[in-house]
């Protein structure tokens, strides 16, 4: 293969693919090159089980950062908000582009609203934190643990088979990418239900070791967009600090405005009859001080009991 040529691990999903194929062909405009996508199966793709049990963080990551580091692909294109906050050595997120809506979003029948969903509504959610969150918004929803790709949640809420539900919650930006926004009946404003860490954005991860000058390199220079870095830097801060992982109940949304950084953070306890939250700012920062300021926020919510109350430590 010549050396212009980079190639890119995805996963094999319609979301996974899309997302690969806009990131890839971003970052071949930025850096004057060509590349060629690999679809890799992962753990995450495999089981079948509840989200929330099957164990541990990274099950979409995983099998993607090992091609990349033993050098089977150049690029992986992960959501952020699947990807394991602990630093992988070897490995470096040369790229975050601008990011996507970070909202979540209702996909009711009949065009309803979260508030006009009748009392006892079947809502489908397979995240311990959109659970958490629906709960103390609306205690009568019946909860239902759901998963798969986004066309097999919404089939769940299309007339016909099997048509069990009444709502679904997904992130906004998914449907989004996938021209799927007309199935969108309310955008969750981030004040009733904040979003996971690093949602809406992807992180374009390659070798650490990889050519400075290189296509690829300069093509993901180009691309990374320095306001969502110090958002999702903090954001994803909380999270480690927190000790906790993609299905933990811990909601956070930071946005930079006018040079002050702007950070939400909400802590649930699983059934939503107890939240913590945190709203504070920072100005003028840098991904060093957006990073401590997200730690100090984690460490202030666990002096005020939050790991008990998320059960962080079980
Ligand atoms: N956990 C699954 C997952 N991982 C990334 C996205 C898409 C949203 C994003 O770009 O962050 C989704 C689907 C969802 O939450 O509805």
């Known amino acids: 293969m010549s050396d212009a040529v980079f190639t890119v691990g995805t996963r094999g999903s319609q979301l996974a693919m899309t997302q690969s194929r806009w990131a890839a062909d971003a970052v071949s405009r930025a850096g004057g090159t060509e590349h060629e996508l690999v679809t890799v199966r992962t753990e995450g793709d495999v089981l079948t089980g509840p989200l929330s049990q099957l164990g541990g963080t990274g099950v979409f990551a995983t ?151 290189s296509p690829l390199v300069r093509g993901l220079a180009a691309v990374d967009h320095a306001p969502t870095r110090l958002a999702v830097t903090a954001e994803r801060a909380v999270l480690a600090q927190l000790e906790a992982g993609c299905a933990a109940p811990v909601g956070t949304y930071a946005r930079l405005a006018d040079g002050v950084l702007e950070l939400d953070v909400v802590v649930a306890d699983p059934d939503g009859s107890e939240v913590v939250r945190r709203s504070e700012t920072l100005a003028d920062p840098t991904v060093a001080t957006a990073d401590a300021f997200g730690r100090r926020i984690a460490d202030d919510l666990l002096a005020d009991g939050a790991d008990r109350l998320a059960r962080l430590t079980l």
């Open 63 to 213: 099998a993607l950062r090992a091609q990349v580091l033993d050098g089977r692909v150049d690029l992986a294109v992960h959501s952020l908000k699947d990807l394991p906050t602990a630093p992988v050595e070897g490995l470096w997120i040369a790229a975050l582009p601008e990011r996507e809506d970070p909202r979540d979003a209702l996909c009711a029948r009949d065009g309803l609203t979260l508030e006009q969903l009748p009392e006892g509504a079947a809502v489908g959610t397979g995240s311990p934190r959109r659970v958490a969150q629906l709960r103390a918004l609306r205690p009568d929803l019946r909860i239902v643990d759901i998963r798969g790709n986004v066309g097999t949640r919404l089939n769940r809420v299309d007339p016909g088979d099997p048509g069990d539900l009444d709502a679904v919650v997904l992130a906004a930006s998914g449907l989004k990418r996938l021209g799927l926004e007309g199935r969108i009946t309310e955008y969750l404003d981030p004040h009733r239900m904040l979003p996971a860490p690093g949602q809406g954005a992807l992180a374009l991860e390659i070798r650490a070791d990889a050519d400075p000058g």
